[in-house]
Each structure stands twice: as C-alpha cells, then as structure tokens.
C-alpha cells in the first residue's frame, strides 16, 4: 500500500532517490499560508521526518490560504495538522530567541524558515547559517541547509516568485529588513531564500493563495532536490 501511495513519485526519482526522501528529516518553522504547503508538497512526495513547529491557533481569515483553516478554527495550527498528516512530529512552539538558542538543529537535513518575525528569522539565520562556506567551524558543526521565505504577501504574480541567495534578493521590503538586520548583527554566511520582486498591491497584508502556495510549494521543491542530489 506505501508502494501505491508513492508510485508516481518512484516513477520520477526511482528507487535509490526514494529512499533518499524517505531517510531524510526537514524541520519547518512556522504553517501558515506558505508553511501548510510546504508541509503538504513534501508529506506528499515521502519525505520520511517532517518536524512543524507553530504556536498560533486557525482562524476565520485563514482559510483565503492556508491549509487546515477550513476544519480547524479555533483549534491550535500544529494539532489539526498533526491529524491531518499522520506521522509527522509537531510542536506548539512560538521561534523565540530562546527556543532558537536551546534546540538541537543539528539532528535534521533541512530547516525551511516559514516564520514572518523578522527577529526571529535573523537569530535563526545567526544559528544555522552564520559561516562562510566550505570553512572548517560550519563543517565541524554540521548544521542544516537553511530555506528561507521573505514577503509573499500584497502580491498577485506567481511567477514573479525568483529563489537566490539572501543577498541577491531584491525589490522586496521584507527581505531588505532581513538583509539589513543581518548586517547589523555581523551575519557571515548565506542561505537561499524565496523571494518576489513584484510591486505591493496594498498597504495591508492582503494576501491571494496563489502567491502564498507558490511560495511554499518553491521551498518544497528546493528542499527535495537538495535530498535527491545528496551523496
């Protein structure tokens, strides 16, 4: 029955890759309009250990996005989506500083950042990725691949959605705040992030699943290929 569950994804990543997904873990910050996605896209596709941490609880003008809004108002992000996913670990958690400084980040492949505290995405990037590439300290560590999402909301254009390096995002408010933030704490490293150039369409966080979702499921896709081209 497993094997019928995942037949078309064998068909594409064959067997060795399947197994791949299957032996990999991805922590994923934060399940709302782009993390319930991620979520959803890499559940579906085999990935063997999803961890979600959330703290917020579904309401009424969640369901314009996210996944798990329409059954669950009311109800805590993390417990419907542990109903809705059987087998994934999840946490009722908010990313503080202080969870950030004690959790064990180091036992999964991948940690995707679906969080919007600008503070808390800085202290997370200080934590995981703060070392320039290939040096001998981020070895040593062995710490995650770090994804991360900026604005996805005020926009329309799906296929403005670009993926680069932090520091190669541009023509978003959001990731220029992170960008500067990082500088201000001395940030030395890089990570990829999701990102969208198009102009806002309002002042308030008006949001359209199509942006959001996209987003997301952009996250999902990087974090399998990065588990597929693993030695």
């Not at 299957?22 to 579906?44: E, H, K, M, T």
């Not at 969640?62 to 809705?84: P, S």
């Not at 001395?186 to 002042?203: I, L, Q, R, T, Y």
């Amino acid at each position: 029955m497993q094997n019928k569950r995942f037949a078309r994804t064998l068909l594409l990543v064959k067997e060795e890759g399947f197994q791949k997904l299957q032996n990999a873990s991805v922590l994923l910050l934060g399940v709302g309009g782009v993390g319930s996605f991620v979520l959803d896209c890499l559940y579906r596709t085999g990935v063997g250990k999803i961890c979600i941490v959330d703290y917020d609880s579904f309401d009424i003008t969640n369901q314009n996005r996210q996944i798990g809004a329409f059954e669950g108002v009311g109800r805590k992000k993390v417990e419907v989506l542990g109903e809705k996913y059987p087998g994934i670990l999840s946490m009722d958690s908010k990313i503080t500083q202080e969870f950030i400084d004690t959790f064990d980040f180091s036992a999964y492949d991948i940690v995707i950042d679906a969080i919007d505290d600008i503070n808390a995405k800085i202290a997370l990037a200080m934590k995981i990725a703060n070392q320039p590439k290939k040096s001998k300290k981020s070895e040593s560590l062995k710490m995650p691949h770090l994804l991360v999402s900026t604005g996805s909301a005020k926009k329309l254009d799906p296929s403005k959605i670009q993926f680069a390096p932090i520091w190669k995002s541009y023509g978003d408010k959001f990731a220029r705040k992170f960008r500067e933030g990082l500088k201000k704490q001395g940030f030395k490293g890089d990570f990829m992030v999701a990102f969208s150039p198009e102009e806002p369409k309002c002042k308030e966080l008006g949001s359209f699943c199509g942006v959001t979702a996209s987003f997301g499921l952009r996250l999902a896709s990087e974090a399998v290929a990065l588990i597929l081209r693993k030695e």
